[in-house]
């Protein structure tokens, strides 16, 4: 079962900056984009930022140019930097990859199948 697992997370201050750190337990991280999400007390989660297998990157408006997102395969692991962080950028922060997989769960899939993959979460909170 591949895992995501996050670390970096902490309390701040506004207009401080933070790292967090993605690592994956698969074989195939190189593969696929990975994603960074949060999710604030009380709202969906949301979509931050992507970077492809490529290392093209996408953010999300409310975080361009202020979060960097980036990836090392050597490494299976995936960064998010975050600057001039503000309290309204206080959340959990996920890692997320969709993989392609042979085998589920005893099944064989000639073709493979999609696995979304969660990391636990980190906590971010920014004071103001």
């Known amino acids: 079962q591949v895992q995501l697992v996050e670390s970096g997370g902490g309390l701040v201050q506004a207009g401080e900056s933070l790292s967090l750190t993605c690592t994956s337990s698969g074989g195939t991280f190189d593969l696929f984009p990975v994603d960074w999400y949060r999710q604030a007390p009380g709202k969906p989660r949301e979509l931050s930022a992507t970077?492809?297998?490529?290392?093209?990157?996408n953010y999300t408006d409310s975080v361009k140019g202020r979060f960097t997102i980036s990836r090392d395969d050597a490494k299976k692991t995936a960064y998010l930097q975050l600057s001039r962080l503000a309290p309204e950028d206080t959340a959990v922060y996920y890692c997320h990859q969709d993989i392609l997989v042979s085998y589920y769960k005893g099944t064989y899939y000639p073709e493979g199948r999609y696995l979304t993959v969660w990391g636990q979460g980190t906590q971010v909170t920014v004071s103001s």
């Open positions: 970077v492809s297998s490529s290392g093209t990157s």
